[in-house]
């Protein structure tokens, strides 16, 4: 059963997933620097794993439907290590939006209560968009 109580363990997985964030940002700012970049994809990594658990992590990742976008990111992570960050991250932000393609409906929920950006999102030409896609998983 999952515990939505935030412990200590969370704070700090939630803090390493924002640094990788963070770092992977800085990454492409910096002219795809792969130190950065690579830094970037091992807290967040790390952080993901803190925050849901190793067990969940491992089983999220290994989803059959998820085995493409594993699989990108996972060669994508390889490559900027390697040096090649351009392939990399390019490898990387597709295994990301598949992996992450059933989250979409839920965060444009979500942003459909911030105050600026929810009036926005309800504007009719982007309100239409949002109730195409919502509750689907994006075919790959």
Request: proline share 4%.
């Amino acid at each position: 059963m999952m515990s939505f109580e935030m412990n200590d363990r969370k704070k700090i997985g939630l803090g390493l997933t924002g640094f990788g964030v963070f770092f992977s940002f800085l990454g492409v700012v910096f002219v795809f620097d792969k130190g950065l970049l690579a830094m970037g994809n091992i807290l967040f990594i790390s952080g993901v794993s803190l925050t849901i658990g190793f067990k969940s992590t491992m089983q999220f990742f290994m989803k059959r439907q998820n085995y493409k976008g594993t699989i990108s990111f996972g060669v994508g992570f390889f490559f900027v290590v390697i040096g090649w960050p351009i392939l990399g991250m390019m490898l990387e932000t597709y295994g990301f939006f598949v992996l992450f393609s059933g989250f979409w409906p839920t965060l444009a929920v979500f942003a459909q209560k911030i105050p600026v950006l929810g009036w926005i999102i309800q504007q009719p030409y982007i309100r239409t968009f949002f109730d195409k896609y919502r509750g689907k998983r994006v075919p790959v």
